[in-house]
């Protein structure tokens, strides 16, 4: 078998000039069990050149890929895998579709479990570029600041404080002028938009798409409050004499005097998880049977973190669940450039490209019960992530910015 032919049908592939009968030569090559060796001869043989490339991150997939595919020989451990796709119906020879996808150039790291033969490529009509930094910032009269051409510098005055933008994150200085009054700013990203706001107790913090975060321009008295929408990420600059709180919705509270965690609270999520990766929290929920809040202290959950540890909020009138070994990676796989898949629903995956691309997603007929595992890079456009899907049975088409999952 012609090992340069393989590579040229996986370069066709990554490069989305495949014709529709290289597509099914390639398709046929991959599902065949009989090709696993050369398979794995091309895949050694593009490691071998791309094992230094920007794209290989220095964390070893090897257990992660074995847990998936359930392999009983060894993966080869003359190149170490870094980051790749694997669907698990083709087993292991699917790490081809990958490498020269993993070197760089699509995906990173995607798995779907199905045992659906492979669909014709689905239409497609335009390419989605996807999110970038930006947010709309709402100031205390109501005025607002879209932040995404904003250049470095003052952006306006809130009283006594001065509101500055420098490198990509909004920042808040006192000044020696203007009344010492309580204002409250609003920063909102929309869908296809994240960024960065340093609070003006020092505090960072992160904000996804479809993210909100309301705070005051100065903290004053006992207590630092804040209320979030959305999923942010928060460093909380140590301050025992005024902890910090977190209003999550209006649910549920993280009270905090300095830690690092990262809250995922979007209003289309069944629980609502709060992860803490450094210091201490509290979370504490306040709900009566119909969902409306309540302070009385027989309807009061409240849990104490440790680092590595997420609570979880159900919606409902219930104790909260502690997961104390979650996947840290997951959560903060969005912060750091990348989509993170574990066991997910297509409706779960779709809800995240759907904030990230700023696209409608429509489902016709039944939804298609897939599961899938690892990671993609967020700086992939829409069509390139589509071309992933278009190797399973999800059928895909994308009308304006409505994308439509058929069975």
């Not at 020696?176 to 505090?203: E, F, K, V, W």
Request: no cysteine.
């Amino acid at each position: 078998m012609d090992t340069q032919r393989t590579g040229y049908l996986l370069q066709q592939y990554q490069s989305g000039q495949i014709s529709q009968p290289e597509w099914e030569e390639l398709a046929a090559l991959l599902t065949d069990d009989s090709n696993n060796d050369h398979i794995e001869t091309v895949l050694q043989q593009a490691m071998e050149q791309h094992t230094t490339a920007a794209a290989f991150l220095e964390r070893d997939y090897r257990a992660l890929i074995e847990k998936i595919i359930a392999v009983d020989r060894p993966v080869p451990t003359a190149a170490p895998v870094r980051r790749m796709v694997v669907i698990r119906r083709w087993g292991w020879v699917a790490a081809a579709v990958l490498l020269l996808l993993a070197a760089g150039i699509a995906y990173r790291s995607m798995f779907i479990t199905d045992k659906s033969p492979v669909p014709q490529q689905a239409a497609i009509i335009k390419d989605i570029a996807p999110g970038t930094q930006g947010a709309i910032l709402t100031l205390g009269d109501g005025r607002q600041v879209v932040l995404d051409s904003q250049r470095n510098g003052l952006i306006a005055k809130q009283g006594a404080t001065n509101v500055t933008l420098k490198d990509g994150a909004v920042g808040y200085d006192k000044n020696s002028t203007g009344a010492a009054t309580t204002i409250y700013n609003t920063m909102t990203t929309p869908r296809g938009r994240q960024y960065q706001l340093l609070l003006p107790d020092g505090s960072k913090v992160w904000l996804n798409a479809a993210s909100s975060i309301r705070y005051p321009v100065a903290f004053s008295g006992h207590e630092r409050k804040v209320q979030i929408t959305g999923e942010v990420y928060f460093e909380v600059a140590k301050n025992p004499a005024m902890p910090f709180k977190v209003n999550i919705n209006n649910t549920s509270t993280v009270e905090v005097l300095g830690t690092h965690f990262n809250v995922n609270a979007y209003e289309d999520e069944a629980v609502t998880k709060t992860t803490l990766l450094e210091g201490s929290v509290k979370v504490v929920k306040r709900e009566t049977a119909n969902g409306k809040r309540e302070t009385a202290k027989n309807n009061v959950f409240a849990a104490v973190l440790k680092p590595g540890e997420q609570a979880v909020l159900s919606r409902t009138n219930s104790p909260f669940t502690i997961d104390h070994s979650p996947d840290i990676d997951q959560v903060m796989a969005w912060k750091n450039g990348l989509f993170s898949f574990d066991n997910a629903t297509i409706q779960t995956v779709m809800r995240q490209l759907s904030r990230w691309y700023n696209i409608d997603i429509i489902y016709e007929g039944n939804i298609p019960e897939q599961h899938f595992f690892g990671q993609m890079a967020r700086d992939l456009s829409l069509l390139q992530v589509l071309r992933g899907l278009q190797v399973t049975k999800v059928n895909v088409s994308l009308e304006g910015r409505k994308l439509i999952i058929k069975p």
